[in-house]
Structures are given as C-alpha cells and as structure tokens.
C-alpha cells in the first residue's frame, strides 16, 4: 500500500528548501498535487504516486539516503520474507523498497543497522577483506572470566576452517548502588567500569544505556566485544566455545559510526554527512597472519 506523508515533508526531503520555507511556498499557492493548488503544508501525499509541481515544475522523491536503524528483536535482517516481520517493514515508503540492509543481525539481536541503496558501500563494509569492526554490547551466562577474555584476543575454534580473528572482549563491572550523572574518569558511563582490561574504551561503549544494562539479570555478566568479521552467529559461537551463552545482543558500532542513543528500537535516521565520510573512510585493520612478507 502506498504511503501518505505530508507535503512540507516531502518537499523538505526532495531538497526544496527547509521545513519552514517550504511551509511559505504551499501558502503562497505555488506547490500543486494532481494538478490542484496545494493548500496546507500537512496535506497528505503519496510519493511517486502523485503529481506534485512547485511553480509548474515536477518535483521528484529525493534519493534515498544511507539510514541508521535502532533495530528491534524480533524482526529479521532481510528485505522481504513471506512469514516475518523484516527490517524493511519497519521504513516508510518511498524508502523501503529500494534499500537493503548492510549485513544481517541475527532476529533476536537489537542496535545498529545500516540501510542503504549503495550496493557499493555494503560491498565496501561487508568485504572479508576490509575487516570492518562491529562492536556489540552483550549479556552472558555466568560471571567474568580472564580466560575468555584471552581466548577472544588469540583466536577461537568455532567449527571454520580457521580460528577467529583477533577479537577485543572488554567485560563490564556493574555498580548496583544509586548512580550520580557525573562519570568517573576510568568510568565508561555512571557505575560501569571494564574489567581486566586497562580501560579500554571500544567504539560505541559510551553509548550504551541503563536499559541495555538492565537486560542483565542474577548469574549473567556485561560485556563488550568488538569483532572484525561477520560469521553466522559469530558472537554467539564464540561465547558458545567457552559454554556460555548470550542472553542480550545489541550491536554500537559499525566502523566509526556509533549508533544513536536517541533511537528507540524500530527507530531511524538518515546518516549525517559526517557519518557517511567515516563509513567511506574505515581504514582496514590487516591482522599478523594476513601480512605477507
Ligand atoms: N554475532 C551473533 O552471534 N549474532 C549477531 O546478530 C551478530 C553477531
């Protein structure tokens, strides 16, 4: 079904001009729909569908941009399905149906999502070869342990021909008593310090939530791993090899660009055009045993 939204919207979109002056050029009697002066700036239109001129002039739907999703549980990473709910039921129209998710996150993992219509740029980030490092905030089974910690940064048997690459796991000491505002320095948000490690803050750690901590329930630990490939279940298999298992996934961090803390899940956004210059910009990490002499 097509998908209405109102007219400053639209011509904002198209890059008419701002919310605001396309808001004077409806009142002024210049913009019109289907042949008839366009009367209100929420009048409702179908991009695409209608015919809409600004001084006689055909405007057309902008080209999609590179969106950020939040995504939620329960939806998959596909651009269609005949039986679930995928990420593109979550995009209004006219977007949805020319983007395609870059990757997938499997149905039950939430956070960082990118949608685009550049078959290039998703080439770009999801190329074994780039190493493009994703960062994930998670909930395990059990309490932390420096061994896993050390198995992360060597390598794991996970049932591929090779080991995993060299991944970072940072896991969270999380204080129950009553938070003040102010972090600390060696604090990665109020209450959160990294254990084991020396304080290292990865992509995105700032920008997880109370409500991402409070996923966390009696015999589970926080942490944070961040990953330079992109094999099914990866995170969870890794966890798996150790006999622990991921209660909460959300991923951060996508190369530089962190996920919004201000997007509720289902939530989107355009990138800003600072963050599409850090996705084209991701310097490649070459691990050891890829240098050749
Ligand atoms: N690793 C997983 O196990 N699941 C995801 O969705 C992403 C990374």
Redesign the pocket.
């Known amino acids: 079904m097509a998908e209405h939204i109102r007219l400053d919207r639209f011509l904002a979109e198209a890059g008419i001009g701002s919310r605001a002056e396309v808001k004077k050029l409806i009142r002024s009697g210049r913009v019109s729909i289907n042949k008839e002066r366009a009367k209100q700036p929420e009048q409702k239109v179908s991009p695409g569908l209608d015919e809409i001129l600004v001084d006689q002039t055909p405007v057309k739907p902008s080209a999609p941009p590179t969106l950020m999703l939040n995504k939620p549980a329960g939806v998959i990473?596909a651009t269609k399905d005949t039986k679930e709910k995928t990420v593109l039921d979550l995009i209004r129209e006219p977007y949805a149906s020319k983007l395609h998710p870059v990757g997938?996150?499997?149905k039950?993992?939430e956070g960082l999502l990118l949608l685009t219509e550049d078959g290039g740029l998703s080439h770009a980030l999801l190329s074994p070869k780039k190493h493009v490092m994703?960062t994930?905030f998670a909930v395990i089974s059990g309490q932390p342990d420096r061994e896993i910690m050390l198995g992360f940064r060597d390598g794991i048997e996970i049932g591929e021909k090779k080991k995993t690459l060299p991944a970072k796991l940072v896991f969270l000491s999380v204080s129950d008593t009553v938070q003040t505002a102010d972090s600390e320095e060696n604090e990665i948000l109020p209450g959160v310090e990294s254990i084991f490690s020396d304080g290292e803050i990865l992509p995105g750690m700032r920008s997880i939530s109370q409500s991402d901590l409070a996923h966390c329930e009696e015999g589970e630990c926080c942490a944070v791993v961040s990953?330079s490939e992109?094999?099914?279940?990866?995170?969870?298999?890794?966890f798996g090899a150790f006999g622990r298992q991921?209660c909460f996934?959300k991923?951060l961090s996508m190369g530089e660009v962190v996920l919004d803390p201000a997007l509720k899940p289902g939530q989107y956004r355009p990138l800003t055009a600072k963050e599409m210059e850090l996705l084209t910009d991701v310097p490649p990490i070459v691990h050891e045993d890829e240098i050749c002499q």
């Open positions: 990473s997938r996150l499997d039950d993992t994703k994930y990953i992109g094999k099914y279940h990866q995170i969870k298999r890794m991921v996934l991923r």
